[in-house]
């Protein structure tokens, strides 16, 4: 059974950093694309950033670039974001996700497995 499983969340004035950690478990890791999403109070589901198997590829929200850095140590199982320079508007539930596939992907449909979430809250 694939699990995800992120940490990390909590709450930070506008301004600062967090890491977060996605753990997966039940398949072989670095062979496929991990995703960060995030949901926002009373918004839909959007995509923040993902990254190849390998980690030699990355793609960034305009939202968020220059200010989130993603990787992976595929030997840990674990896929990283580090969020800079947080803004109150960053304030969301982060839900890292996992394709069936290598190549990095920014639709949410394209991810068949899902970790439970973390919050994350920035306060002005």
């Known amino acids: 059974q694939v699990q995800l499983v992120e940490s990390g969340g909590g709450l930070v004035q506008a301004g600062g950093s967090l890491r977060l950690s996605c753990v997966a478990s039940g398949r072989t890791f670095s062979n496929y694309a991990i995703g960060w999403f995030r949901q926002r109070p009373g918004k839909e589901r959007e995509f923040v950033t993902a990254?190849?198997?390998?980690?030699?590829?990355?793609y960034y929200a305009d939202s968020v670039k220059g200010r989130f850095t993603i990787s992976r140590d595929n030997a840990k199982n674990t896929v990283y974001l580090q969020m800079d320079s947080l803004k109150p508007e960053d304030t969301a539930v982060y839900y890292c996700?996992?394709?069936?596939?290598?190549?990095?992907?920014?639709?949410?449909?394209?991810?068949?497995?899902w970790g439970q979430g973390t919050q994350v809250t920035v306060s002005s």
């Open positions: 990254i190849s198997w390998s980690g030699g590829s990355a």
């Open positions: 996700a996992s394709t069936n596939h290598r190549v990095l992907d920014i639709t949410p449909s394209s991810y068949n497995y």
